[in-house]
Structures are given as C-alpha cells and as structure tokens.
C-alpha cells in the first residue's frame, strides 16, 4: 500500500479558471503560463484542460518541444527566450516564438542562419527592472529584427511590478504609459497583463493576456481569497493522520518542543513533510483541515510527518482524511500563515509525492 499522500489535480478546475480569463479579456488571445511544469500540476496533464488556451508560455526548451510533439499547434512562448545560438535551431525547427530581451540574443540572432519564420517577443523593461529594453534601446532593437528575413512575427510585451497590490498605486500607470510611448503608432500586437492586470486593470488586456497563478486556482492578490474571484482549486493535497499521541499539560511536540502543550490534549501525526513539499517554515497555527473540519499545525514541520490539533475534533484517529491545501482549505490561506505565497507551495511539490486525476 503506497504511502497515503497525494496530490489530486482538478482538470475541470483548470478549464474552469480558463474560462473566469475568458469572461475578464474576451477581446484578447490568452496565453496559458504553464512554466515550472505547470506550477507543479504536470505540464501535458495541465495542457490538455487547457487546451482551448491560444498559446502556451514557459521557460524550459525542452518542455515546449515535449508540447509540440505531444501535438499542440498553438503558439508556444519561450518567456526567457534562448540562451545559446544552438538552441535556435531547435525552435526554428518545432515552430517555437522567443522573448528577445537583451543585447546577446539579438546577436546571437542576428548570426544565425535561420530560413523560416521565427515570431519573437520583444521585451520592454517599464521599470520592473528584471528583464527587457530600455525605452532609448528600444527603436533600435526594433529595427534589426524588422530587418531580420527570419522574422516574420513581432509582438511587443513588458511584464507589471505591483498589479497584485492591495490597493491601486501609480506604478501600473507608470509602466503602461512608458509603454505606449514606444509601442504606440507601431501597429505591431502587444502583450501585457499577467493575472492580477487581467483581473484588476482591463486597460493592460490588449492582444495578448499571459495568465498564471489564477489558471491554478490561487488569488494574485493578498487581500481578495480566489473563491471571490470564481476561481477553483486545480490541486488538493491529501493525506491521513498515520498515528495519535494523548499528551498531557506541558507535554512537547516535534523536534525542538516549539510547541509545549497548555492542557491535556489529543494530536495527530500526518503523513506529509517538508520532503513532499510542505513548507518547514509553517508555524503553529497553519491551518489544515480534519474529517472535513478546521484546525491547526502544531510544533515544528518534521521531513515526513507534521502535527496537528485534535482538540476540537473527537472522531479523528488513525487513518482519518487530512487536506493540505485545496478543495476546502484554500492554498493561499496555508501560504499566508508559512510567511509565503501560493506560488512557491504549488511548485514545491516533490518528485514522490503522487499525483492523480
């Protein structure tokens, strides 16, 4: 019997989400961000719910030529585009679109011997400051890959610093105005907003939308839960609690006793750790979910096991269903009490644990 912790991936979850980014852009093309092996969902499992998606977007090389010879004919995005001349040939050969965002890879470009017709991505640095042109390099840029014979295809992008704050700031209308400073009066296709401007700022929907964390289920946004924003969890994490400790008043739990109990109480120990992917960080408090009811982490986050309270919950013993994060415990609840985001647990699953449909 296979160890009892798994994560259950929600196909109709993801059309679902796709859909919510349909009804907020219906004027633009979407562009599914399935990077990191889909946040931790599976790439081609995660392709095939989104499948009515016009493109994909992601960073590894060889997971969009995995894409291309599972049979997908949508666009495929390279976001950090190529990193070596070699790998040109690779995507001239499976029809793959590159970000061009820095001074090397329009040599390396502009050295190749590419025949076909490559459709790039220009990057424009707006003041994330992390990838792309600046405004002054821009027009020159711009220019040799027009003149380019490979180039058939230049869409114009930037990527947004702060759409995901609580409250609107002038950041957003910086970085779009810087934007439009340059692209506008190009009539060339643009591509701006990730999750949160999908959801917050339709002004940035233009052709091309690029959502992420929304199409997995989690909120952008700190102050708004996903289930506000009709989005539904793609990934459950389930386990059951493998024993259970009677302790009495003053009684220690887990390594480094971080948590001494105050009166005599019931705990259960769950299959699941920071080797499967649960953050160590996440303190006492961590809310988890018991035969359906709430409750909490309590004491230190072993490699395997963690600890929670049964004070609460009298029918739990040994085998009773324990949600991680999902279908009723929302991740970025989970996310919020370990100090991170929902980003980092979704992709920190590790290569065991299980994942099923």
């Not at 030529?65 to 040939?89: H, K, S, T």
């Not at 609107?168 to 701006?192: E, K, M």
């Amino acid at each position: 019997m296979p160890r009892p912790i798994q994560a259950l991936i929600d196909l109709s979850a993801l059309e679902h989400n796709l859909s919510v980014v349909r009804r907020h852009a219906p004027h633009s093309r979407v562009m599914a961000v399935i990077k990191a092996d889909a946040y931790g969902h599976g790439l081609l499992r995660a392709a095939e719910a989104l499948a009515r998606a016009d493109g994909f977007a992601m960073l590894e090389l060889d997971a969009a030529v995995r894409l291309r010879e599972a049979g997908y004919r949508q666009v495929i995005l390279l976001l950090e585009g190529f990193f070596d001349p070699d790998e040109l040939a690779l995507i001239e050969q499976y029809h793959l679109s590159a970000v061009i965002h820095h001074s090397e890879q329009l040599a390396m470009l502009s050295a190749s011997r590419l025949r076909g017709e490559l459709s790039v991505f220009l990057k424009l640095n707006t003041g994330m400051n992390r990838l792309g042109f600046t405004p002054e390099e821009f027009p020159a840029v711009l220019e040799t890959l027009k003149a380019h014979p490979a180039v058939k295809q230049i869409t114009l992008m930037t990527h947004f610093a702060s759409a995901d704050e609580p409250c609107r700031n002038d950041s957003i209308g910086v970085q779009l105005q810087r934007f439009n400073a340059v692209a506008n009066g190009r009539h060339l296709p643009r591509s701006l907003a990730n999750s949160a401007a999908i959801l917050r700022f339709p002004e940035t929907h233009a052709d091309w939308v690029r959502p992420g964390i929304m199409l997995y289920g989690a909120s952008p946004f700190m102050d708004t839960a996903a289930s506000e924003l009709d989005l539904l969890p793609a990934m459950t994490v389930l386990s059951k609690i493998i024993a259970v400790q009677t302790l009495k008043a003053g009684d220690g739990v887990g390594y480094g006793h971080t948590f001494r109990t105050s009166r005599s109480m019931r705990v259960g120990v769950v299959a699941g750790g920071y080797a499967d992917g649960y953050p160590r960080h996440a303190p006492t408090g961590t809310p988890v979910m018991v035969n359906g009811k709430r409750t909490r982490v309590v004491g230190r986050i072993s490699m395997d096991m963690l600890h929670v309270d049964l004070s609460e919950i009298g029918d739990a013993g040994v085998g009773s269903p324990v949600t991680l994060w999902g279908k009723g415990m929302p991740v970025d609840e989970v996310a919020q009490s370990a100090g991170t985001v929902s980003y980092e647990l979704l992709c920190a699953l590790a290569p065991r644990m299980q994942k099923l449909t």
